[in-house]
């Protein structure tokens, strides 16, 4: 590669695709097979090797050789001794193949493609501009957000940024359940108690919240509300189908309520770095949701049972439950309405994702049925599942019975926050209030963005906001790293023979590996990935940051190289930190 060529954009991947290669070659050429074999990589291997390969072990029956004399013949047939990125190759054990990077070769490809591509790096062309329509958070609005919303969001967030990241053409929706029963309900009580405004200084969801509670008691109190509630509904829908209604005042309460509690929303989500692109309303898929249920009707796929109700047999998906289409007045239901929405995404996407509980199971296998029945492809939406979040008893006082808001969550994050702020001896001269606020909503994103999906989570409040394990260490970090820069010399040149150490190399050696776990966060829709190597990524800095002397280092070549090596380190760390959405300090 010459000084004018661009460097690859995955000096990881593409290292071990050479390896791959030249192995695979030396297979086929060893023991004359025609057909190219799979050559696993462990990238995980021994302390005394960077990458090591099982394929011997894997091939040694089938060419009646014991693993060892394979692995030996492979070395033997291969020209990894001529990879310019290689040092040294050694079979092992019971049949290893082990290999050791050059590592003023193989950092300086890391660090020319860190430099090359900046903020840019590990960005690479998954999506080729295909594209996607990302739906998550979507709560109803009949109160505040809570903190199974809180891990929603942050999932869905961090999976929007990464696909941006790697080139698709992402719009990321919040579906607006906007004429529910929860929501006629409220517009009921909104209009009983005389259409009251929000007060001043009281955020709109919780004020909504509050008169949804009003409402359910009322209405659980008098069983005869539900009919009141019901010709509510039934109004809303007729002027969604455009028919003329007099219930104008109906259909105002319903938008203002919505909208009322969307502004809290909004204001909670954008505390928490998150946002969405389209705000997409479920009373626009009535009409649509109508013909769907003719269509199913016409074909015979469902069916209209004494009571009126319309229902689909989903037995053939192997779903013992009956889908109900419309209620036996004929309205549409949630269902209906959502199957109209998913075709719509169908149609402006190559693929829809959707982040939602795990309690959602049975509904999604419901809506994909019917979506095959329809002659559409279900594979075409994604489901990325979560388990629920756990706050440890006592961690947080509330009203007994009352679920906690997101609101009060990232409230007591704050203040723990401040109280380590106030502790730590390592702020200069920062806004302790900024800072506290910056910490805990590093702390909440990855504490939540850290656990699988599918496993539910025991929240800490102690790992969360511990300087030395969660989020606020990144932070740290990256400060240290941007501490160091602020105090050092420009510098143009370096050779990286200076960073042949063992923690440069490995700080080098995982920050090479960024664009992969980018691309496995984004193939596998899994934030924890990425958290994880961030948090990695922060601990190989941290070592060198105790064990190898920058600023200090008098020998003037080896500290521009270190410079370097800090200067890249930031730049891979603050691209990790924008697609987990942790907020940076400059400053710690």
Same mark, same amino acid.
Request: proline share 5%; aromatic share 8%.
């Given at each position: ?78 020209? =990894? ?19 050791? =990077?050059? +590592?003023?070769?193989?950092?300086? =490809? ?75 309900? =409220? ?29 359910? %008691? ?12 019901? +010709? ?71 069916? %209209? ?193 200076? @960073? ?24 596998? +829709? ?38 370097? @090596? ?23």
């Amino acid at each position: 590669m010459t000084e004018d060529q661009a460097p690859p954009r995955d000096p990881y991947s593409t290292t071990i695709g050479t390896i791959r290669t030249s192995i695979r070659d030396a297979v086929m050429e060893a023991y004359d097979i025609k057909e190219p074999v799979e050559v696993p990589i462990d990238e995980e291997p021994p302390v005394d090797a960077d990458l090591a390969t099982p394929v011997a072990m894997s091939l040694a029956k089938e060419v009646g050789e014991e693993p060892r004399e394979v692995a030996e013949k492979i070395v033997e047939h291969s020209d =990894l001794d001529e990879v310019v990125l290689v040092d040294e190759v050694k079979v092992e054990g019971p049949g290893f193949i082990n290999v050791k =990077l050059d +590592r003023p070769t193989y950092s300086a =490809l890391t660090l020319r493609s860190v430099f090359y591509y900046g903020p840019e790096f590990g960005s690479l062309d998954l999506g080729r501009g295909r594209p996607v329509i990302l739906e998550h958070t979507s709560a109803n609005p009949n109160g505040p957000l809570h903190l199974g919303h809180g891990r929603n969001a942050i999932i869905g967030d961090v999976l929007g940024r990464c696909l941006v990241f790697t080139n698709y053409d992402v719009e990321i929706q919040y579906y607006v359940n906007d004429m529910g029963k929860q929501i006629a309900m =409220l517009a009921w009580k909104f209009i009983q108690k005389g259409r009251p405004k929000v007060p001043e200084g009281e955020k709109p969801d919780h004020f909504i919240g509050e008169l949804y509670v009003e409402a359910a %008691k009322d209405v659980e109190e008098d069983p005869e509300l539900e009919e009141v509630v019901e +010709r509510f509904l039934h109004a809303y829908e007729k002027y969604h189908l455009g028919e003329e209604t007099r219930a104008k005042r109906i259909i105002e309460a319903f938008q203002y309520v919505v909208d009322e509690c969307l502004k809290g929303h909004n204001e909670t989500l954008a505390r928490l770095k998150v946002a969405h692109d389209r705000f997409v309303f479920e009373s626009e898929f009535v009409e649509d949701a109508v013909e769907i249920v003719e269509k199913l009707l016409e074909e015979g796929l469902a069916e %209209k049972r004494e009571d009126g109700a319309v229902v689909v047999n989903l037995e053939d998906y192997g779903i013992d439950k009956e889908l109900v289409l419309t209620r036996s007045d004929g309205t549409t239901l949630y269902t209906t309405r959502d199957i109209a929405y998913h075709l719509w995404k169908l149609e402006r996407a190559g693929v829809a994702i959707d982040v939602l509980g795990a309690d959602h199971k049975l509904a999604v296998q419901q809506l994909k049925a019917v979506l095959d029945m329809l002659g559409e492809n279900p594979d075409r939406v994604d489901v990325v599942f979560y388990e629920f979040i756990h706050l440890p008893e006592g961690s947080m006082s509330t009203r007994k019975g009352r679920y906690v808001t997101l609101d009060e969550f990232l409230d007591e994050a704050k203040r723990r926050a401040m109280e380590k702020v106030e502790e730590s001896d390592v702020l200069k001269d920062e806004d302790p209030e900024e800072v506290a606020e910056k910490v805990a909503i590093g702390a909440v994103r990855f504490a939540i963005a850290k656990v699988n999906p599918n496993k539910p989570i025991e929240f800490d409040w102690e790992k969360a906001l511990d300087f030395r394990t969660g989020g606020p260490f990144i932070q740290y970090a990256y400060a240290r790293a941007k501490s160091i820069l602020d105090e050092a010399e420009e510098i143009e040149k370096f050779d990286t023979r200076h @960073l042949t150490d063992d923690r440069s190399f490995e700080l080098i050696y995982h920050m090479s590996k960024f664009p992969r776990y980018v691309a496995h966060t984004v193939h596998k +829709r899994r934030p924890d990935i990425l958290a994880e190597y961030t948090y990695e990524l922060a601990k190989r800095f941290n070592s060198f940051y105790e064990e190898v002397p920058v600023l200090k280092e008098e020998d003037e070549e080896v500290r521009a190289a270190r410079i370097k @090596l800090v200067e890249a380190f930031s730049q891979v760390m603050e691209n990790a930190m924008n697609l987990l959405g942790i907020p940076k300090l400059e400053r710690m």
